[in-house]
């Protein structure tokens, strides 16, 4: 067998007195793709910028071809051909794509920057990533996917050994995804060894020769992922049976009141004559491809984007919404799908985080700060919050515990319609299991959820309808045996249906099957 490029044993990572990493073992050969799972809070990502010299080890010894070495930061481990792509944007959002890509190592003719070089060799990269951006826009300028699509550039373009990958295509299409496969695959051809981090077990079973299971800090499993199925891959990471993913869904009754109705909503350059309606105790989805203007029918309707069109009712009486407090005074939350561009404030601590929607509770000239903990321990318990200390900062943890916390805070206002932009983004099976049992008991109580989703599967397994949306309009609402995935398909890339709102199930408007 050959021997590791980059290898790891005993490591163990404590921050303070916090262990999050207990003799951990892990390597990684030429030409492998190694996937490294496990639950959020796990340690994936420690271990990981520790094998890329962003975090040094507590103990333990990094090998780098055998011999050992001491990073002392990341430029040491990119010496040596080993790069991570983090689960963050790690880019400089004022600069062009093409400083981004060189950033540290820009190419020079004479005194002065290569620009023509460099934004040849940057064109070049992202060619092969099939990204069509010109490497003069500016980070900030971009897409999310096409933040992804450009860190991925950044890394592979450097003489990479070993490229570590921590959730690569939690914000990319199905089209970038297969494009970024094609070049895992190039690059294991040509020997470089790939660590591969994901909470999509398919994608783990589809690109990865070997899997390493972490749990609570701790190694639990090394396996040929030819010997191990997702349910296996599953079980290895929350330490018992994963079955019944989606609860049973109980339908609210035929005759439940509309809620909410949405009617005729525009949204500039996004969304154009949107309807739809809400029942109480009805999970709606909403599916659609990125772009399709979900996100954005939302935050118009909620006064987060410039509305110019449309009327909005509640229990049937008109409601004027031109900020988030006015939605929040009608009973209406947000979970924001940017948990920490716009649901969290990482620098600070979990208290002040979970009461800020709703600090007139908490006091109005002087905060009490007793009763703000006791509203965390309750938080803590309610929404299993995995902290080991509750005064650390948002930033330490993990992206489960940081989506529990988004919620419990968004729950502080006591809403009775939910609307869910994409809860589970970016964690482990066993926090999803909970978000859904969540949303399903929400709903069942006889609250009511809008949940936006990119993961058809769980737009499937939660909804009791389905709303469609293609280009920024409403091509399609599916109910009972319509709501599948070749039918959402059909209705999200223009196969059947048009503008279009709650019709009967599998038809247009008109009346004309669909």
């Not at 793709?33 to 994936?44: C, P, R, Y």
């Amino acid at each position: 067998m050959a021997e590791p490029i980059l290898s790891a044993s005993g490591v163990e990572k404590c921050f303070g007195p916090v262990q999050v990493l207990f003799g951990v073992d892990v390597d990684v050969r030429a030409g492998e793709v190694h996937a490294i799972v496990g639950e959020n809070g796990a340690g994936k990502s420690t271990l990981m910028k520790i094998l890329a010299g962003y975090h040094r080890p507590t103990a333990g010894t990094i090998r780098v071809d055998g011999a050992v070495v001491e990073f002392a930061g990341s430029g040491d481990a990119e010496r040596l051909g080993v790069v991570l792509i983090h689960q963050e944007f790690n880019l400089a959002e004022h600069l062009t794509v093409e400083e981004n890509v060189f950033l540290g190592r820009e190419l020079r003719r004479g005194l002065f920057l290569d620009r023509s070089a460099m934004r040849e060799r940057a064109h070049q990269v992202l060619a092969e990533l099939d990204c069509p951006v010109d490497p003069r826009t500016r980070v900030r300028d971009l897409a999310v996917s096409e933040r992804q699509m450009v860190e991925i550039g950044k890394a592979v373009s450097r003489d990479v050994r070993v490229l570590i990958m921590d959730e690569p295509t939690a914000v990319l299409t199905g089209a970038e995804t297969a494009v970024l496969f094609r070049l895992i695959r190039r690059l294991t051809a040509q020997g470089v060894g790939v660590v591969y981090i994901s909470h999509k077990l398919d994608e783990v079973k589809a690109l990865a020769d070997r899997v390493t299971v972490l749990r609570d800090g701790r190694h639990i499993a090394t396996r040929d992922a030819a010997d191990l199925s997702q349910d296996d891959i599953a079980q290895l990471m929350v330490g018992r049976p994963v079955s019944d993913l989606f609860p049973e869904k109980i339908h609210p009754p035929a005759d439940a009141a509309v809620v909410l109705e949405a009617d005729g909503i525009s949204v500039p350059g996004w969304v154009e004559g949107a309807s739809f309606t809400l029942r109480k105790g009805e999970i709606l989805g909403f599916a659609g491809l990125v772009g399709a203007g979900r996100t954005e029918l939302m935050e118009g309707l909620l006064g987060l984007r410039r509305r110019t069109a449309g009327q909005i009712r509640r229990d049937g009486r008109a409601l004027r919404l031109r900020h988030l407090d006015d939605a929040t005074a009608a009973g209406i939350a947000y979970l924001s799908e940017d948990r920490k561009g716009k649901g969290l404030l990482v620098a600070k601590g979990l208290r002040p985080n979970l009461t800020l929607l709703a600090l007139e509770r908490y006091g109005r000239v002087f905060i009490d700060e007793a009763k703000e903990e006791t509203a965390l321990e309750r938080a803590v318990q309610e929404f299993d919050i995995r902290v080991r200390d509750p005064g650390v900062a948002v930033s330490s943890l993990s992206g489960g515990n940081q989506q529990k916390l988004l919620l419990a805070k968004t729950m502080q206002v006591e809403p009775t319609i939910l609307i869910a932009d994409e809860p589970t983004r970016g964690i482990d099976i066993g926090t999803k299991q909970q978000i859904y049992r969540f949303l399903h008991d929400f709903a069942r109580r006889g609250g009511s959820v809008i949940l936006i989703s990119s993961e058809l599967m769980e737009v499937i397994g939660l909804s009791h309808r389905v709303v469609v949306m293609r280009a920024g309009t409403v091509t399609g609402t599916l109910e009972g045996d319509a709501i599948e995935e070749a039918e959402i398909v059909r209705y999200a890339t223009g196969l059947k249906g048009g503008p279009a709102t709650d019709g009967p199930t599998g038809r247009l408007e008109d009346g004309r099957a669909a």
